[in-house]
Nanobody, 119 residues
């Protein structure tokens, strides 16, 4: 059974910081590309940051330099440190575990956590 448990969302003023965390099972964490996606009202879900099991990272241009994705290998968690938050970062943020590179693999999503940034 796949479980992705997210935490760390909240409301901050522009320029503030938040740290999102996502816990996964050991099996999922060790095999999957983990990522954070976000979806604002009326917009499509977009990739924010991803990290492979070989620790390669990809960031959306809009957050590059402000956000940092990382793995805590001892806690089976992926974190997203968000600094310099801006109102345009307001969205529901979803944790993602992507196993589609494996034959028969699936993609899994957390429940989402709200991030709200005020001016």
């Amino acid at each position: 059974q796949v479980q992705l448990v997210e935490s760390g969302g909240g409301s901050v003023q522009a320029g503030g910081s938040l740290r999102l965390s996502c816990g996964a099972s050991g099996r999922i964490f060790s095999l999957a590309t983990m990522g954070w996606y976000r979806q604002a009202p009326g917009k499509e879900r977009e990739m924010v940051a991803r990290i492979t099991n070989s620790n390669k990272r990809v960031y959306a241009d809009s957050v590059n330099g402000r956000f940092t994705i990382s793995r805590d290998i001892y806690k089976n968690m992926v974190n997203l440190q968000m600094n310099g938050l801006q109102p345009e970062d307001t969205a529901v943020y979803y944790c993602n575990a992507d196993l589609r590179r494996y034959s028969g693999g699936d993609e899994y999503w957390g429940q989402g956590t709200q991030v709200t940034v005020s001016s």
